[in-house]
């Protein structure tokens, strides 16, 4: 007989076909291969990116406003148009060992927290006259005003 899942000759029940069972194995050390390379929680930032991005972002707001910014950057999975990772401050590391600490916690926090009710993006009164000058903007959604900072996503309710 033919195996129904392989195509061989060996048996008629592909339930102790070798070939099929050998296939199956090769899959399931493929898909751990690929889950070890390529973590499910992987992000387009490191740790270090995302706490650095934070104090550029975030320095002199209150910790609530530490966390909001970084709950933002959680929930947009890259760091494309935070401006804060390249800010003169944060590339000659101008800013205190306490200003990294409490970026640090609310980098952290920001894993069991959601005050920007999925906000993806932020800025200040001033950053928000220049976005409504842009068609992107006119999609988005204002979802938290916490400290000088104003969070909003694209789309949704």
Same mark, same amino acid.
């Given at each position: ?14 339930? /102790? ?86 970026c640090k916690k609310a980098w ?7 005050? /920007?009710?999925?906000? /993806? ?10 976005f409504h000058k842009d068609a992107?903007f006119n999609r988005a959604v ?16």
């Amino acid at each position: 007989m033919i195996c129904k899942k392989c195509g061989c000759h060996n048996n008629e029940d592909c339930s /102790t076909c070798w070939f099929c069972d050998a296939i199956l194995i090769a899959k399931g050390l493929v898909f751990l291969l690929i889950m070890m390379i390529c973590p499910l929680s992987a992000h387009a930032y490191t740790d270090t990116q995302a706490i650095k991005s934070i104090i550029g972002e975030a320095e002199g707001e209150s910790f609530s406003g530490k966390l909001a910014v970084a709950e933002a950057i959680r929930h947009r999975g890259n760091l494309h148009g935070v401006y804060g990772l390249h800010a003169k401050r944060v590339i000659h590391v101008l800013y205190s060992a306490k200003t990294y600490a409490e970026c640090k916690k609310a980098w952290l926090e920001s894993l069991h927290t959601n005050t /920007t009710h999925g906000a /993806t993006g932020w800025g200040n009164a001033s950053d928000l006259v220049l976005f409504h000058k842009d068609a992107w903007f006119n999609r988005a959604v204002i979802t938290a005003h916490i400290g000088n900072q104003w969070f909003y996503k694209i789309g949704g309710k």
